[in-house]
Each structure stands twice: as C-alpha cells, then as structure tokens.
C-alpha cells in the first residue's frame, strides 16, 4: 500500500515536471529572440517579462496614433461637410 502510493507519487511528480518542461518549451517558442538559443529558465522568463513589456509599449503607441486618426478623420470630415455646404451654397445663390 505504502509502495503503490509512493509510486504514485512518483509518477504524478514526473508528470508534473513533464507540463513544466513543456510549457517552457511552448514559452521559448513564441519568443522570437529566443528561437534555437539554449538558456535558462530563469533567463527564458526574463526574456519573456521583457517582451510582454515591449509588446504592451508598441500597443499603447499604436492606441494612441488610431485615437489621434480618429482626430484627424473628424475633423477632415467636418471639413468636407462645410466644403459641400458653401459649394451648395454657392450653387443655390447662382441660380
């Protein structure tokens, strides 16, 4: 009884240690500095923590130029409209 609860412990440990094994393997995969470099665990996460920052950085750049084109686009839109409406105007008053 002893011995079979031990050997399930064992083999529960080494599947455990298998998932780990794995998932930073499928970590070192999605990094695209760290594609065929050996490196530790430690460092894989370093690296990991740094493009999570890179890639958080570049998302709010790119927010803030779609919000400044959003800007822009209103106020070309506006624009436009005042241009139709004195062209209109300016139609009518020929007549």
């Not at 529960?12 to 990094?31: D, H, M």
């Not at 990991?48 to 400044?68: F, G, P, Y």
Request: net charge positive.
């Amino acid at each position: 009884n002893n011995e079979l609860r031990r050997q399930i412990h064992i083999q529960s440990e080494q599947k455990r240690r298998a998932q780990i094994k794995c998932g930073f393997e499928e970590l070192r995969n999605e990094l695209p500095t760290c594609l065929n470099k050996k490196m530790s665990k430690v460092a894989l996460l370093h690296r990991t923590v740094q493009h999570i920052q890179h890639l958080k950085s570049t998302q709010m750049t790119i927010l803030a130029e779609l919000e400044r084109l959003a800007q822009e686009n209103e106020q070309l839109r506006r624009f436009q409209q005042s241009v139709v409406q004195k062209q209109t105007m300016g139609h009518m008053y020929s007549l």
